[in-house]
């Protein structure tokens, strides 16, 4: 008896049509997951930085505020034991200097602090803008 040939029909190529397209599918999908994830782990080291930042620059401000304060009474302290104007005047110069002065530094200081803060903040996003763009610009197998 002659071998019949099995004959191929629509329903046999569409099922194996699906299946290596519903494995494509997936694996596309398995890389978005892991891009996603990669994102979802670079946002939280931005935030950790930030928030570490945020904290510090925060703390700098108190100081210099906790340090206006104490020259503030120190100064009036000063004033209030003052025996001529002209002392009255010197010591009021002198406060207004060491103002200036100390908030030109903080300012500096802060300055300084907030581009690094921002820098270590967006270090981590950086990288994953252009592993991401890359990555959904190239056609995926399918």
């Known amino acids: 008896m002659a071998k019949t040939k099995k004959p191929t029909n629509a329903v046999t190529t569409t099922k194996q049509g699906n299946g290596e397209a519903t ?11 892991d891009l996603g994830r990669e994102n979802f782990a ?9 928030s ?8 700098e401000v108190i100081l210099y ?26 010591l009021n110069s002198e406060f207004a200097k060491a103002n200036l002065e100390r908030l030109i530094e903080r300012s500096a200081k802060l300055s300084e602090m907030s581009v690094k803060v921002a820098n270590e903040a967006l270090a981590p996003l950086g990288g994953r803008v252009e592993a991401t763009i890359h990555n959904l610009s190239r056609p995926h197998a399918g």
């Open 23 to 33: 494995a494509a599918l997936f694996a596309g999908y398995d890389q978005l997951a």
């Open 52 to 59: 570490e930042g945020l904290e510090a620059i925060g703390k």
């Open 65 to 90: 505020a906790r340090r206006s304060f104490e020259q503030a009474a120190e100064t009036a302290t000063a004033l209030l034991g003052a025996k001529t104007l002209e002392d009255v005047f010197q």
């Open 42 to 50: 670079a946002v939280l080291r931005a935030n950790a930085a930030l």
